[in-house]
């Protein structure tokens, strides 16, 4: 447990020396390291190496900026039981710029961002959350009177890594949910000149966010990515594929409504709507809230929350499916598609009844024919005869 | 009477549905026939086999899409979604394996099996299937063009099947390959969620197809048994013995 600080950071202080100072042991230090050496799937031999690497880093490495969006990865950060030694670290070496956790305000924010920006051109990480509004020249959102596009191209230009934390620096989030009024876009749609690192998710599980900056402050280059640029370590697998409720999807055992009795054994929430089976990410092992639960494990479905343009591809939540618009209500297509079944079977009978009616008159007409035509030769023969 | 029927009553004549006569009353064609081979060995074999597949797949997908029968007990003691999923991804590959052949025989087979097949392109054939879809509808069954092989509405609708079929395969491997996210599948299919709008849409193409097949199943089950039994058209039995006699006298458009 450790309190809010006392001890202010100082110029020339290392961040080891900076935890000393504030409570923080050795063992708890390399605790920390250890736990960071084993989110990333790193060999253990890494870990003397991280302890090294984040002692002694000796000013502000990392520039935090927030452009639209709610605080809530900063939360899902921050907000764990008690402020952990990651917290520290970050707070640390987060130090020069953080709206929200800064005590600073106002032009003098602005000032030291400009001024630690211009210190560490070239050195600093820069870490995005929140997307950006491109509509009527960015107005949507602006700070310091400076649009969101405008601040994050500046500190793009001197970082030497950019994380997009979250979905909304990914792609845009629920403000770029259609129909996107704000024309609000992610970090990789503005920033083309250099890699991103995406690390999804709304908000992204905290020891995430940690270990990534923490791998970069070890080794200097961001984790490896996937296609979408998401680190591999954290979203590599599918929740599906790790989920605690798996034993009971392949036994074929399923919550039908959220109140029976399948719910009350913890089945497989599948039928409910899980998106489990369509999302990267590693919420069933890193869990959430300082290792507390998480959603699947607390009976809810996953809604899929680190695939891109979740919002309008992942609907409805709770159920599997998209439903089918343009028949008034969305209906789900198993009800639209027996019905057209249903209907296409009934039109194979009417067709053969209508065949047959239209053989049988013919036949009759045939008949008919034939017998006019062997009277017609009777009668001939008769004349002929007589 | 053994008369031949001529058509009687001039003025009041029926239109005469050609489509649609009682085996009594087709003109049995009298003199000399000859055997058509229509249907090649692999063609059958990619027939039936993927008939086959299709129906487990429709059933097994649909347990998948919607399990309709819930276990109870402990997890452990039963493995249902699994075998279901195994069954689907099995019989997946026989699909897989019976579109590779008949890629492979759109090249090698004969002129009613090749690329030349799959579609109506000239205006006679296009013309050809207007007369067919009357001819169907009831409209002029006596207009109807006949064919050895597919007539322009039935390569229509082949085609589409095929089309189906594809997507609905390039949309399973979609899926399929999510589970080993670095394999070769994965990595092979990578682009169909992209086009489609995400793995949700990838999964609701799969699954609407699988109603569009169900619909064509009795459909072409009752076209082939109609087109075998009112027409001679041999539809039925040339998918299993691969061809059929025809007379020497008889027009057809493909011939
Ligand atoms: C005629 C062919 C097929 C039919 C009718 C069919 C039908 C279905 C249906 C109805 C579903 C449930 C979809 C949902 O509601 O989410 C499904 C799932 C699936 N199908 Fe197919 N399918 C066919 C071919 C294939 C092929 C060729 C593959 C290739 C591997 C495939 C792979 C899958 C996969 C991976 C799933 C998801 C199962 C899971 O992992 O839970 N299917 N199929
Ligand atoms: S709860 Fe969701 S993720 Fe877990 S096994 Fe069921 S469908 Fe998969
Ligand atoms: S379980 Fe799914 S929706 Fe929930 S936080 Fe994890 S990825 Fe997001």
Request: proline fraction near 6%; aromatic fraction near 10%; hydrophobic fraction near 45%.
């Amino acid at each position: 447990m450790h309190g809010p600080s006392t001890h202010p950071w100082v110029e020339g202080e290392t961040l080891g020396t900076h935890l000393e100072e504030r409570g923080v042991d050795r063992r708890e230090f390399l605790t920390f390291c250890g736990k960071m050496v084993a989110i990333l799937g790193l060999a253990n031999s890494a870990l003397p190496r991280m302890a090294e690497a984040l002692q002694s880093i000796k000013r502000p490495s990392v520039i935090w900026i927030q452009l639209q969006e709610c605080t809530g990865c900063v939360e899902s950060l921050l907000r764990s039981a008690e402020p952990t030694v990651g917290d520290l670290v970050l707070d640390v070496i987060s130090l020069d710029y953080q709206h929200t956790l800064m005590a600073a305000a106002g032009s003098d924010l602005e000032r030291a961002l400009q001024s630690s920006m211009a210190e560490n051109k070239g050195k600093y990480v820069l870490v995005v959350t929140g997307s950006i509004p491109t509509k009527e020249n960015g107005i949507y959102c602006t700070i310091g009177g400076r649009p969101a596009q405008e601040i994050l191209e500046e500190a793009a230009a001197g970082a030497a890594a950019i994380l997009a934390v979250g979905a909304c620096a990914y792609w845009g989030s629920v403000q770029a949910a259609r129909p996107n009024p704000t024309g609000a876009v992610g970090v990789r749609d503005i920033i083309k000149n250099k890699p991103v690192l995406n690390i999804p998710g709304c908000p992204p599980i905290g020891d995430v966010i940690t270990a990534t900056i923490a791998h970069y402050l070890t080794f200097n280059r961001l984790p490896e990515a996937d296609g979408e640029g998401r680190p591999l370590f954290a979203y590599g697998k599918r929740i599906h594929d790790q989920c605690t409720r798996r034993s009971h999807f392949d036994a074929g055992q399923f919550v039908e409504v959220f109140d029976d009795e399948a719910a009350r054994k913890g089945w497989c929430l599948y039928h409910v709507g899980c998106k489990g089976p369509a999302t990267f990410s590693p919420c069933p092992i890193f869990l959430w809230n300082t290792r507390t639960s998480w959603p699947i494990g607390a009976g809810h479905p996953c809604i899929g929350c680190t695939e891109p343009y979740f919002w309008d591809t992942m609907p409805p939540f709770y159920d599997r499916l998209p439903g089918v618009v343009g028949f008034g209500v969305e209906r789900r297509a198993d009800i639209i598609g027996a019905t057209l079944a249903g209907a296409v079977t009934a039109g194979i009978a009417l067709h053969a009844t209508a065949t047959g009616i239209y053989q049988l008159r013919h036949r009759r007409q045939a008949e008919a024919a034939e017998g006019a035509a062997t009277a017609a030769a009777a009668t001939k023969e008769d004349s002929s005869n007589g | 009477m053994t008369a031949t029927p001529q058509p009687a009553h001039e003025p009041k004549k029926w239109r005469r549905p050609l489509g649609i006569q009682l085996r009594s009353q087709l003109s049995a064609p009298t003199g000399d026939y000859r055997w058509v081979y229509l249907w090649g060995w692999p063609l059958r074999v990619v027939h039936w086999a993927s008939a086959a597949a299709i129906v487990v797949l429709v059933v097994t997908g649909l347990y998948i899409g919607r399990p309709y029968f819930i276990i109870s007990g402990e997890a452990s003691n039963h493995f249902v979604m699994g075998w279901m999923r195994f069954v689907h991804f099995v019989c997946a590959g026989v699909l897989v394996a019976a579109a590779i052949l008949r890629f492979y025989w759109f090249l090698m087979g004969n002129r009613y099996e090749r690329f030349g097949a799959l579609f109506p392109v000239s205006r006679k054939r296009r013309y050809d299937l207007w007369r067919t879809l009357r001819a169907y509808a009831l409209i002029r069954p006596d207009e109807a063009p006949k064919y050895l092989g597919h007539n322009p509405l039935q390569q229509v609708a082949v085609t589409g099947v095929y089309v189906a079929l594809l997507v609905i395969i390039c949309t399973g491997f979609a899926m399929y390959g999510q589970a080993t996210p670095d394999g070769l599948i994965a990595r092979a299919f990578a682009w169909v969620a992209p086009l489609l709008g995400g793995m949700q849409v990838v999964r609701f193409v799969h699954h609407v197809l699988t109603w569009c097949i169900i619909i064509f199943i009795p459909l072409h089950i009752y076209l082939a048994i109609r087109h075998e039994l009112l027409d001679h058209g041999a539809t039925v039995s040339s998918i299993i013995s691969g061809g059929r006699f025809v007379s020497v006298r008889e027009h057809f458009e493909d011939a």
